[in-house]
């Protein structure tokens, strides 16, 4: 029995090109961990910014994805994001989701958003996922299922809220695809444009 796709979960991102910042986030994550915390931590080969969570999309769309974000490298330039601060939405009093932040580099990846939002809505993509909440570039660290050893967290959260984790140039944009599966989801690069 052959098994026809008709579409498939994706979204766009881009990652920390910087081996020695990743290798910086890598080692404070596994810090993280050890706060023993009730929570699901991104795997490492996993970890990334998201620009656009595209959800569950047809592979027609898929393709008119792709024509926006290689139009994209017409507009932008590689450009440097600096990797720094440790936070949590919706707060760190209420933690479900635990973030390392981005403070430049903002401005590019923004404008990136903007764009691709843009051109959704001009295509009229009408499966593409609606995001409700504003575009924060962020890396996300771990879900949180309970609020087990939140105190922890809080005087963790004291130390590193403003910590520095390194620079990374964005050289490229990605549309990944997110298999799920009882362990995790899996991801895999569908499309890769290249920014000069």
């Known amino acids: 029995m052959v098994l026809i796709v008709s579409s498939i979960r994706a979204f766009i991102a881009v990652e920390i090109e910087n081996e020695s910042t990743l290798s910086n986030i890598v ?6 961990e050890s706060l023993g ?3 699901k931590f991104v795997e ?3 970890l990334h910014l998201t620009i656009r969570f595209l959800g569950e999309i047809s592979l027609s769309s898929l393709e008119q994805i792709k024509e926006i974000v290689n ?3 017409q507009m932008t330039k590689s450009f440097e994001i600096k990797i720094a601060g440790f936070g949590a939405f919706p707060n760190i009093n209420k933690p479900r989701v635990l973030w390392i932040g981005v403070v430049e580099g903002f401005e ?8 691709i939002d843009t051109e959704i809505i001009r295509y009229g993509l009408r ?7 504003e575009f924060s570039p962020h890396i996300t660290i771990a879900r949180l ?12 959260f004291i130390d590193y809220k403003d ?6 140039t964005v050289t490229q944009i990605k549309i990944k695809k997110s298999t799920l599966t009882p362990r995790g989801p899996i991801y895999s690069d569908i499309h890769i444009v290249k920014l000069l």
């Open 71 to 73: 139009k994209v490298s």
């Open 163 to 168: 910590y520095f984790f390194g620079t990374s």
């Open 145 to 156: 299922k309970s609020y087990r050893g939140v105190e922890k967290l809080q005087k963790y």
């Open 44 to 46: 490492d080969e996993n």
């Open 27 to 32: 080692k404070w994550k596994k810090q993280l």
């Open 108 to 115: 590019n990846l923004a404008n990136i958003r903007k764009y």
């Open 37 to 39: 915390l009730d929570a």
């Open 127 to 133: 499966d593409v996922h609606k995001d409700q909440h």
